[in-house]
T-cell receptor
Framework: RKEVEQDPGPFNVPEGATVAFNCTYS??????FFWYRQDCRKEPKLLMS???SGNEDGRFTAQLNRASQYISLLIRDSKLSDSATYLC?????????????FGGGTRVLVKP | EPEVTQTPSHQVTQMGQEVILRCVPI?????FYWYRQILGQKVEFLVS????????KSEIFDDQFSVERPDGSNFTLKIRSTKLEDSAMYFC???????????????FGDGTRLSIL
């Protein structure tokens, strides 16, 4: 089983609609979770951290379910500029340094 | 906003040659990382570096790879004898001090595209 698994998509989303997708992780000792966004051939950029109680940042809502070992991202009122690949990222914290494990990404295409 | 910078943006190298990729992490960050992304694949961890030594490395990071912090600002990745399969985007990242209670996110540079011919 992959450490971090995502539906690759693409999710074709009409502009203004809501889209949500999940990510599962296999290591129950995983400590922190993030959503990064990656545009084609660009570097990953931090979108938001994911907190145990769930958190919202504008049109983006992230949830964490430790019991079922998944995190989710919901995008409301999708904009054309939201088209990107969304990377689920799991952080393992160690005393000598932290390691990020990336999922393969979920591609989202927002269309007019 | 401070950022991680990488040079060059694109490196073309003959197979078997040595290549050095350069990174300038964010100035107050203490943890440094290299990742790579082969075209169409996921981002993969290579190595983490703290206090002038490697703290963790993946199985990808074999004897052909080395990292160095030659001065107070640069962080380099060297590939000694490049192979065709080393062609990828290489991302440098840095984070503030990460303790066992810290979950500081990592900030990525915009990458070096390495093409091995």
């Amino acid at each position: 089983r992959k450490e971090v698994e995502q539906d690759p998509g693409p999710f074709n989303v009409p502009e203004g609609a809501t889209v949500a997708f999940n990510c599962t992780y296999s290591n129950s000792a995983s400590q922190s979770f993030f959503w990064y966004r990656q545009d084609c051939r660009k570097e990953p950029k931090l979108l938001m951290s994911v907190y145990s109680s769930g958190n919202e940042d504008g049109r983006f809502t992230a949830q964490l379910n430790r019991a079922s070992q998944y995190i989710s991202l919901l995008i409301r009122d999708s904009k054309l500029s939201d088209s990107a690949t969304y990377l689920c990222v799991v952080l393992h914290i160690k005393a000598a340094g932290n390691k990020l494990t990336f999922g393969g990404g979920t591609r989202v295409l927002v269309k007019p | 906003e401070p950022e991680v910078t990488q040079t060059p943006s694109h490196q073309v190298t003959q197979m078997g040659q040595e290549v050095i990729l350069r990174c300038v992490p964010i100035s107050n960050h203490l943890y440094f990382y290299w990742y790579r992304q082969i075209l169409g694949q996921k981002v993969e961890f290579l190595v983490s570096f703290y206090n002038n030594e490697i703290s963790e490395k993946s199985e990808i990071f074999d004897d052909q790879f080395s990292v160095e912090r030659p001065d107070g600002s640069n962080f380099t990745l060297k590939i000694r004898s490049t192979k065709l399969e080393d062609s990828a985007m290489y991302f440098c990242a840095s984070s503030e001090e990460g303790t066992v209670i810290s979950n500081q996110p990592q900030h990525f540079g915009d990458g070096t595209r390495l093409s091995i011919l």
